[in-house]
């Protein structure tokens, strides 16, 4: 798993627009995570590891 540091990191990249696009919602905006290479990696990490193992193959469909 990704250390907490890490994951921290990357959590700070992402920014919360309240009352967008109406009010009510708050819009978490993923950009500059998505332009810091080793914070998506870790993100990308924490989301994979819960299924490790788990899968023989994955499928696409389009």
Do not use: H, K, N
């Not at 990357?10 to 998505?34: C, H, K, M, N």
């Not at 993100?43 to 193959?57: N, W």
């Amino acid at each position: 798993m990704p250390d907490a540091t890490a994951l921290a990191r990357a959590e700070s990249l992402i920014t919360s627009i309240p009352d967008y696009p109406q009010p009510g919602i708050v819009f978490r905006d993923i950009t500059p995570l998505l332009t810091d290479a080793a914070a998506l990696r870790t993100v990308v990490d924490a989301l994979i590891e819960p299924f490790a193992g788990r899968f023989d193959a994955v499928a696409g469909v389009e």
